[in-house]
């Protein structure tokens, strides 16, 4: 038998706390909250000026980031599931949405703010095979594969990423709640 590593340790997130990082546009760390913080596992001087992707899993298809970075490029907000790596090798499966600050004079973006709750089980259940297909279809093809396979899906639903998503978190009530007001407190 196999030891547990920590890496096949799920970290249960509160379900009442959220996590909140800032990054200037090209995803360089500004700002954790708190919980961040500690479920990073990474000291606060060890996350601010690094990459956003010191917490990226290997499980995490690129697509899901290209979609995000086309997005939240352009001052759009995107709701995605994300599966993060903690310093230690743990995992955590969080729902995220963005705010991006736009330059009212220049129209550029200064920085964006993701704000974070748990994934519910059902989003989990629901993501985590498609990500090891899109996972698995990027080794041979690359993201254009991935990316081909991942509309393919979703027009087969006859769906877009949006809407999967807005029904897979039960984007009706609740979380739509909860992102409103973290993105009030914040801006
Ligand atoms: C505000 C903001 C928050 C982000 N949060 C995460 C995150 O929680 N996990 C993650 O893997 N990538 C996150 N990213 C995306 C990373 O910047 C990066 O694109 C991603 O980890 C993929 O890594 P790579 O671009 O080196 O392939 C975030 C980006 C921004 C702008």
Do not use: C
């Not at 030891?3 to 360089?28: A, F």
């Not at 955590?92 to 736009?102: A, D, H, K, L, S």
């Not at 978190?169 to 609740?174: D, H, I, K, R, S």
């Amino acid at each position: 038998m196999t030891k547990p590593t920590p890496k096949d340790n799920e970290i249960q997130l509160s379900t009442k706390r959220y996590i909140v990082s800032k990054t200037d546009p090209k995803g360089i760390i500004e700002y954790g909250n708190d919980y961040f913080v500690e479920i990073s596992g990474y000291t606060e001087a060890e996350l601010i000026g690094k990459p956003h992707s010191i917490v990226r899993h290997p499980d995490m298809p690129k697509v899901v980031f290209k979609m995000m970075w086309d997005r939240i490029n352009r001052a759009k907000n995107i709701m995605a599931v994300v599966k993060n790596m903690a310093k230690d090798g743990s995992y955590y499966w969080v729902i995220t949405e963005f705010e991006p600050r736009v330059d009212p004079i220049s129209n550029d973006i200064i920085s964006h703010t993701a704000f974070r709750k748990a994934a519910p089980k059902k989003a989990v259940e629901v993501m985590e095979p498609i990500y090891q297909k899109l996972l698995e279809i990027e080794k041979d093809g690359g993201v254009e594969a991935s990316e081909k396979y991942l509309r393919g899906f979703l027009e087969e639903k006859r769906t877009t990423y949006d809407e999967f998503v807005d029904e897979l978190v039960g984007n009706t009530g609740l979380f739509k709640i909860f992102f409103k007001t973290m993105k009030k407190m914040f801006s």
